[in-house]
């Protein structure tokens, strides 16, 4: 028996977007909440999900027109002061991070709980019983101190990026890549944060399995040549790919078992020079193309 699960009444999220405030430190200067607390830094108002160049723009210390600043130069911490959800005898508690940009440390009331150096990543973790007031403490490591790590050199040198080290991190080039985009690094939870109670039960596991049906699907075949042609229907596999006018651009609800022409073969009805120059376009063209693909929708 198959159903459809549409709602769960005993799961209720919260997202962790108000109260977080943010500061810097040089590279490496503090090794955590403790050493944080004593340098008695200067919290200022973030906005989550977002980056430190978007909260420091929001605050009018940071604009695109201003002089570049290197935000992966130094330590970023986030910090997020925030009560416990109410729960019951039973009920498990989950704390997620849908993004964080890019080498995170993550701290619950002082004690470590996850490190994350992917950015595209989510991450899930169970928390134990919280107290009615709790800190959520994110530092965010420079990524130029990392970078300065000897690693194999690439076999191939982008000249669009500064640092050919970086291809060790699961970090976007925007913001890395001086004259193609302007210089503001993601650096921050540039995705939600969110804090799950779930009862009676929770699912662990999901998997997708995709299927086609091949009565219902749709192909479009295309191929560079001049546009000459029209929609039409897919054409006969028996037919002579050099002695038929075929059209450029197919749309069937066939079955992909239907052969695919890898070149087809196109006769303008013109004359004079115009026909001869279309006609040696449409040859070079078929020279230089490869086999058709072909695109499931």
């Given at each position: 028996?198959?159903?459809?699960?549409?709602?769960?009444?005993?799961?209720?999220?919260?997202?962790?977007?108000?109260?977080?405030?943010?500061?810097?430190?040089?590279?490496?200067?503090?090794?955590?909440?403790?050493a944080l607390e004593q340098s008695h830094a200067s919290w200022m108002p973030?906005?989550?999900?977002?980056?430190?160049?978007?909260?420091?723009?929001?605050?009018?210390?940071?604009?695109?027109?201003?002089?570049?600043?290197r935000f992966d130069a130094e330590d970023w911490w986030?910090?997020?002061?925030?009560?416990?959800?109410?729960?019951?005898?039973?009920?498990?508690?989950?704390?997620?991070?849908?993004?964080l940009a890019c080498l995170a440390e993550v701290w619950l009331n002082g004690k470590p709980l996850i490190t994350s150096d992917n950015m595209f990543a989510a991450c899930e973790i169970r928390l134990p019983d919280l107290p009615a007031h709790n800190e959520l403490l994110v530092?965010?490591?420079?990524l130029d101190r990392e970078l300065k790590t000897k690693r194999p050199r690439p076999r191939w040198r982008a000249p669009m990026i500064e640092n050919q080290q970086i291809r060790w991190f699961r970090a976007t080039l925007l913001g890395r890549t001086p004259g193609w985009s302007p210089q503001a690094a993601a650096v921050g939870p540039w995705r939600d944060v969110w804090i799950e109670n779930r009862r009676h039960f929770e699912i662990s596991?999901?998997?997708?399995?995709?299927?086609?049906?091949?009565?219902?699907a749709r192909w479009i075949c295309r191929r560079p040549s001049p546009r000459l042609a029209t929609n039409s229907s897919v054409p006969d596999s028996s037919s002579n790919a050099t002695g038929n006018s075929r059209p450029a651009i197919f749309r069937s609800t066939e079955p992909l078992t239907t052969p695919v022409p890898a070149c087809e073969s196109i006769r303008p009805r013109c004359g004079g020079r115009i026909r001869t120059a279309i006609l040696r376009c449409m040859t070079r063209a078929s020279r230089s193309s490869t086999r058709t693909r072909r695109v499931v929708t």
């Open positions: 028996m198959r159903g459809t699960i549409r709602r769960v009444e005993g799961h209720h999220c919260e997202l962790l977007d108000s109260q977080w405030e943010f500061c810097s430190s040089p590279a490496d200067a503090l090794p955590g909440p403790a973030a906005r989550v999900p977002g980056t430190v160049a978007s909260s420091l723009r929001e605050l009018g210390q940071w604009s695109l027109a201003a002089a570049p600043r986030f910090r997020c002061r925030f009560a416990a959800p109410a729960s019951l005898p039973g009920d498990s508690l989950v704390l997620g991070f849908d993004g530092r965010f490591r420079s596991d999901l998997r997708i399995r995709p299927a086609l049906d091949a009565a219902a």
